[in-house]
């Protein structure tokens, strides 16, 4: 009988679990994508309002084609809060909500891939996006998703309530820093942070949680993800609604506010 052996490795008779034997085999984590920009479209805030926000926005994006390649990330809206409340109702649990809220978030993707269709846009679902984003970016400069993350039925169990706590902007957040993205950029109806009525050009994580949850134009979650992120240490949060400001986000332009990890 041939007896076992080891196969010869950094971590062997090592307990995967313990971080202070594991630490000194971690390295630098690989970006995959440096080039990639990630751009979140508000469901509530853009696509909720129709053609005469929405388009606007598409058309911005087609004139930002040939110069970027995008991932479009698409958020929920109003119906997804009438379907949480429909299942609070019924007394489903967490992970069921999270998957019915996602639904909605695709299909405003599936809206934004068909406006974009002629330009050679198509829309990935969430499996295309872990396995085939960078050939199909090779392929297009664009690929439109949903933003809400793939937990569904794992989604995490909130501290307070049922409500799922990763939603569109963090799932935009955790996909932009698993790609290693150069820019993350929120698509809202507001200029930014405001403080008395003026917007805010750069804040902390820090300092915009500090101001309380309705300061945040994104999900506080966002700022929490920010503090234990691999490649993204900073988010720009722009207003849809003004023509030219997405454009100036990603060509690196002060517009909207920059949140920094800080």
Do not use: C
């Amino acid at each position: 009988m041939t007896a076992a052996k080891d196969v010869p490795s950094a971590l062997m008779r090592q307990t995967l679990l313990d971080r202070d034997l594991v630490k000194p085999i971690i390295r630098p984590v690989i970006r995959m994508m440096p080039w990639l920009n990630v751009v979140s479209i508000g469901g509530r805030a853009i696509i909720d309002r129709g053609r005469d926000a929405l388009l606007p926005v598409v058309d911005e994006l087609r004139e930002l084609l040939p110069e970027h390649r995008m991932l479009v990330l698409t958020g929920a809206g109003i119906r997804a809060r009438h379907v949480l409340s429909v299942g609070l109702d019924l007394g489903l649990p967490t992970g069921v909500l999270a998957s019915l809220a996602g639904v909605e978030a695709e299909q405003n993707g599936h809206l934004v891939a068909a406006l974009l269709a002629a330009d050679g846009v198509s829309y990935l679902p969430h499996g295309g996006v872990a396995h085939q984003l960078a050939v199909h970016l090779a392929a297009s400069q664009a690929v439109v998703s949903s933003g809400f993350p793939p937990y569904g039925l794992h989604e995490f169990p909130p501290a307070v309530g049922k409500i799922p706590v990763h939603r569109a902007d963090a799932g935009t957040f955790l996909l932009a820093d698993a790609y290693g993205a150069a820019r993350t950029v929120y698509v809202k109806d507001v200029d930014g942070v405001t403080v008395d009525g003026s917007v805010v050009p750069t804040i902390t994580a820090s300092g915009l949680r500090a101001m309380g949850p309705d300061a945040s134009p994104v999900d506080p979650l966002v700022l929490d993800l920010m503090s234990t992120a691999k490649h993204v240490t900073e988010i720009q949060i722009v207003n849809g609604l003004v023509p030219g400001q997405l454009t100036d986000a990603l060509a690196g332009k002060p517009v909207g506010t920059v949140v920094q990890a800080g």
